[in-house]
T-cell receptor
Framework: SQTIHQWPATLVQPVGSPLSLECTVE??????LYWYRQAAGRGLQLLFY??????ISSEVPQNLSASRPQDRQFILSSKKLLLSDSGFYLC??????????FGEGSWLTVV | EDQVTQSPEALRLQEGESSSLNCSYT??????LFWYRQDPGKGPEFLFT???AGEEKEKERLKATLTKKESFLHITAPKPEDSATYLC?????????FGGGTRLMVKP
């Protein structure tokens, strides 16, 4: 079975600072990878997905970016955070039967 | 455009009081309908995948069913530990589209 690791689990960043959230996947090779954001009390919004190394698709215009430098590594970044970037960020990977599995998430508070 | 609507938004039950959560969807080319459980501050935990109308799956007190337009998550004799947000999602391509979730609270 696959395991998804995300870090950091929690961070508080000032407005205008950079961001880097990392995700690694174990137990599978060449998975489709995803970044979702969940604002407080709201559903999950797909931000980016990747079908392979260096292949990134963006679903929502924003000041965030994603990269996939290795097969099982997915990184979410920002050069300058906005207050509206606060939220719960979830990395996910597609497993057998098209099922998407999630990591434990990273809480970001922009102050 | 794929759409997923869950109802009710919140549901309060007494322990042992059975009920159902609804997930209505509009999608072209369904590759799967998924149910997840999410506890506060945690990532969603996979429960079920349903692929075709008429399919049913069970796990402990939970049973998921699927028609061409909606899915139900039936909860039989719930316990307080079943309290969580239940998310429904559809896969019609390379990604999931989620509903807003149903927040279930089971009181002892």
């Amino acid at each position: 079975s696959q395991t998804i690791h995300q870090w950091p689990a929690t961070l508080v960043q000032p407005v205008g600072s950079p961001l880097s959230l990392e995700c690694t996947v174990e137990g599978t090779s060449n998975p489709n990878l995803y970044w979702y954001r969940q604002a407080a009390g709201r559903g999950l919004q797909l931000l980016f997905y990747s079908v392979g190394i260096g292949q990134i698709s963006s679903e929502v215009p924003q000041n965030l970016s994603a990269s996939r430098p290795q097969d099982r590594q997915f990184i979410l970044s920002s050069k300058k955070l906005l207050l509206s970037d606060s939220g719960f960020y979830l990395c996910a990977a597609e497993g057998p039967g098209n099922t998407i599995y999630f990591g434990e998430g990273s809480w970001l508070t922009v102050v | 455009e794929d759409q997923v609507t869950q109802s009710p938004e919140a549901l309060r039950l007494q322990e042992g009081e059975s009920s159902s959560l609804n997930c209505s969807y509009t999608v072209s080319g369904l590759r799967g309908l998924f149910w997840y459980r999410q506890d506060p501050g945690k990532g969603p935990e996979f429960l079920f995948t349903l692929y075709s109308a008429g399919e049913e799956k069970e796990k402990e007190r939970l049973k998921a069913t699927l028609t061409k337009k909606e899915s139900f998550l039936h909860i039989t004799a719930p316990k307080p530990e079943d309290s969580a947000t239940y998310l429904c999602a559809v896969n019609a391509g390379n990604m999931l589209t989620f509903g807003g979730g149903t927040r279930l609270m089971v009181k002892p």
